[in-house]
């Protein structure tokens, strides 16, 4: 049985106890939230709560933990997870700066402690399906991405003040991130961005939209819009069926095109010439099938088999602060309006 201590018991944690609860294995060893929430989800999975994570940690009763709480306090309870030696997966942004998130790195592997962060997709099968196609040659060499993040939240969830504020909200570090992370999977290192940003429609501190060029180490290049104020159904989220929170549209959100042929996702279409590989030569698109498999659960699973030292991380610490550096840059072109280099 591996228990596992869950610290934050918010939106997403709520997630992972579902995930912890449906998973032959998998304990809920306690929850650590201060807060009126954590004392209902602490009773609704039939766990002790904590008062705070310290406790939880003490306990000597948990193989690892998750941290789901606010981003600001993700690297200084991680860090206190890690000097505890307990293997602990961080949600993403791992960190709110990259200057903190090289601090839970260095911690990390100087104590040989793993830390996993949050980016779920890359547990998804249609993300496992898409890596194989990629790295087998089928697309050929990629050449171009294009892909929406469009997800119109409701006025409520910036009740929660850090969701609105800079630096630690706004849909670049909420949810480009998950953008930058599956991009860097699929398609590889990141060398340049560039981004404009707009705050006119929430007129919060932070942006609500914004529209990003990424240029890709091997030369390819990417084109994003994110926004959580505009209506569509075209985002990962809001497509791939990750969270049952969200309805699912049988539409793409990322269009992925190589010399041969081009790949969208979340539908696995891979479309390619009846013919010559020219712009004149009709196309047809075969859909890819995969089992659906809850990609929070696939990540625990994930989680467990860390811990118990039987495999590596697939997002580790260093792989989550590369992911916030580009993100720092994105923020960092649309404040100065130049190209950035990382
Ligand atoms: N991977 C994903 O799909 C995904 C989805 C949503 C959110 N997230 C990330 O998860 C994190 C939490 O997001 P959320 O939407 O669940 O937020 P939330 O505000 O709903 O939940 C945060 C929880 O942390 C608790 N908390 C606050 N201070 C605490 C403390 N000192 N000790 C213990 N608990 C404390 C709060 O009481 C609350 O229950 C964020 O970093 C967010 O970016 C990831």
């Known amino acids: 049985m591996t228990r596992i201590g869950l610290i934050g018991a918010g939106v997403i944690g709520r997630t992972h106890a579902q995930a912890i609860a449906s998973t032959p294995g998998f304990e809920l060893a306690g929850v650590a939230d201060p807060f009126p929430s954590g004392a209902a989800l602490a009773e609704e999975f039939g766990a002790p709560v904590y008062r705070d994570h310290h406790e939880l940690l003490a306990t000597g009763g948990v193989d690892a933990v998750i941290i789901a709480t606010p981003n600001d306090l993700h690297v200084p309870m991680a860090l ?19 200057a903190e998130a090289q601090a839970l790195v260095a911690a990390s592997e ?34 171009a991405v294009s892909a929406t993040a469009f997800l119109r939240k409701p006025s409520d969830y910036f009740d929660v003040a850090w969701r609105r504020e800079h630096g630690t909200g706004g849909p670049f570090l909420i949810n480009l991130i998950h953008e930058v992370d599956l991009l860097r999977h699929l398609v590889g290192e990141i060398s340049q961005v560039s981004a404009l940003a707009s705050s006119a429609t929430r007129g919060f501190d932070v942006e609500d939209t914004g529209a990003i060029a990424l240029s890709f180490a091997e030369g390819a290049l990417a084109g994003l819009v994110v926004s ?56 047809h698109a075969d859909r890819e099938q995969v089992v659906f ?20 991380p697939l997002v580790d610490a260093r792989e989550g602060a590369r992911d916030l550096e580009i993100v720092e840059a994105v923020t960092a072109s649309a404040q100065t309006g130049s190209v950035v280099a990382v």
Do not use: C, N
């Not at 890690?82 to 949600?91: D, F």
């Not at 898409?130 to 697309?139: D, F, P, Q, T, V």
């Not at 790949?263 to 020219?278: F, K, N, Q, R, S």
């Open 110 to 143: 100087a104590r040989g402690v793993p830390v996993l962060v949050g980016h779920h997709r890359r547990h998804h099968p249609v993300v496992r399906r898409a890596k194989e196609m990629i790295a087998s040659g089928r697309l050929g060499r990629i050449v």
């Open 228 to 283: 959580d104020a505009a209506t569509g159904p075209w985002s990962w989220d809001l497509t791939a069926g990750d969270s049952p929170r969200f309805p699912v549209h049988d539409v793409d959100s990322h269009r992925i095109g190589g010399e041969r042929a081009a790949l969208t996702l979340p539908d696995l279409h891979v479309w390619e010439h009846d013919g010559p590989a020219e712009w004149t030569t009709p196309q």
């Open 293 to 312: 498999e809850d990609p929070y659960v696939v990540q625990l699973r994930h989680l467990g088999e860390v811990a118990a030292g039987l495999a590596a």
């Open 80 to 98: 206190d997870a890690v000097a505890a030696g307990i293997p602990t997966l961080v949600e993403k942004p791992i960190a709110t700066t990259s």
